[in-house]
């Protein structure tokens, strides 16, 4: 299902610094913007929308469409390819597809073994991709922590416990996958942060808090971390709410360095947004006409 803006509702692109400083980068009425990646010469991001893929400048502040074909609709989960020319990309059919950030034709990587697949890390290496698998797309079952070769072939599961998992994606030196898992709580909906070795040894928990916490992201120098907080008694990461984006050392993930309360949530922060020099992120807000901006 393809998201749109309600009725008096706006879409913000923001840039926020480990200073704590923030800027709006892009605002639009017209199309609902999801789940930037920065680019690896740091001046565009790559954000979905409308099913479609989009590059933002960031400096002239201009929005251009990614000419795809060959893939469906896509979702809001997508990661670039370290070689800085390709991304994969996660499409409504349950699939994961590569393509080049020109455009151009996709080519699909996940084969129809009853799954969908949501993708949101990709190694270091360019070598291997780490996804959710939510069996026959029943999104009532948890969803599994599941690694593939980037360019197709065997899956391979990682144990994290039986509670729902989402965001899996690699640290910078590829030995850890940095995820959110209800594994830790009988609490419905009570994600919490963690990582796991990739060979599936030293599960831990890296926050205990009485938010619901989602999509960790390590930036590339390994020193920071973003992830998104949700208000108690939330249930997956839904639209439309109150909700804050937050900086911390990854030193220290229980002490904030800078937090960013917005109203969003789906769509706001799902994909790693770090710059590569790891002085920045981005998220998305979605602020209505009755809400406040982006405050810092």
Not at 84 to 111: C, F, M, P, V, W
Not at 116 to 125: A, I, N, R
Not at 131 to 139: P, S, T
Request: aromatic share 10%.
């Amino acid at each position: 299902m393809i998201r749109t803006l309600q009725p008096g509702q706006r879409c913000e692109v923001w840039a926020a610094s480990v200073s704590g400083e923030s800027a709006l980068v892009y605002s639009t009425e017209d199309v609902l913007l999801e789940a930037p990646n920065w680019t690896l010469d740091g001046g565009s991001l790559v954000l979905n929308g409308d099913g479609k893929l989009w590059k933002l400048d960031v400096a002239g502040a201009s929005l251009t469409g990614v000419p795809l074909t060959g893939v469906p609709d896509l979702n809001n989960d997508h990661v670039l390819d370290p070689d800085g020319t390709g991304i994969y990309l996660s499409a409504n059919d349950g699939h994961i597809y590569r393509a080049e950030l020109s455009g151009g034709q996709a080519e699909r990587i996940t084969k129809d073994d009853g799954s969908f697949h949501f993708l949101h890390g990709v190694s270091p290496d360019g070598q291997e991709l780490a996804y959710v698998g939510i069996e026959a797309g029943d999104f009532t079952q948890p969803g599994r922590l599941m690694t593939i070769p980037a360019d197709g072939g065997a899956t391979a599961s990682v144990n994290v416990g039986s509670g729902h998992c989402d965001g899996p994606e690699y640290s910078p030196d590829g030995k850890w996958l940095y995820l959110n898992t209800e594994s830790f709580t009988s609490l419905p909906g009570h994600a919490q942060l963690a990582r796991v070795q990739v060979d599936g040894s030293g599960f831990e928990r890296l926050l205990e808090s009485d938010t619901v916490d989602w999509f960790p992201h390590v930036s590339p120098d390994g020193r920071f971390a973003s992830y998104i907080r949700f208000p108690r008694g939330t249930e997956g990461h839904p639209a439309d709410l109150p909700v804050a984006v937050v900086l911390v050392s990854t030193g220290d993930w229980a002490t904030p360095l800078h937090t960013w309360p917005l109203f969003g949530g789906q769509g706001t922060l799902n994909v790693t947004s770090w710059s590569p020099d790891s002085e920045r992120f981005a998220f998305v807000a979605y602020p209505l006409s009755s809400s406040d901006s982006t405050k810092d």
